[in-house]
């Protein structure tokens, strides 16, 4: 089972993306579901997680690291099976490959590049 991330692309500083992840399977609205990233000789951080087990309103606790609070956004649809990373005010230090994450599995990475 692969997630299927997406929504990358080249944007200005001081743009916006969102990612979004769909999540084959079944128990979606149970899982926490992180957005990681890992820039060009950096080792993968954990940017944004949201917690699992509200299976109507799709909410629940988030987590943000410093770096990207007050401008990253992340939420989820649970009828969807997708979770979404809305990066807002992006800086050229945002370039990455951004990676979902459930458990033991991984998407394939959608690169983000943030440049004039």
């Known amino acids: 089972v692969q997630l299927q991330a997406s929504g990358g692309g080249l944007v200005q500083p001081g743009g916006s993306l969102r990612l979004s992840c769909v999540v084959p399977?079944?128990?979606?609205?149970?899982?926490?579901m992180n957005w990681y990233r890992q820039a060009p000789g950096k080792q993968r951080e954990l940017v944004a997680t949201?917690?699992?087990?509200?299976?109507?309103?799709?909410?629940?606790?988030?987590y943000y690291a410093d770096s990207v609070k007050g401008r990253f956004t992340i939420s989820r649809d649970n009828a969807k099976r997708t979770v979404y990373l809305q990066m807002n005010s992006l800086k050229p230090e945002d370039t990455a490959v951004y990676y979902c994450?459930?458990?033991?599995?991984w998407g394939q990475g959608t690169l983000v590049t943030v440049s004039s």
């Open positions: 949201i917690s699992g087990g509200a299976p109507i309103s799709g909410g629940g606790p988030t």
């Open positions: 994450n459930t458990g033991d599995l």
């Open positions: 399977g079944s128990f979606f609205s149970l899982r926490a």
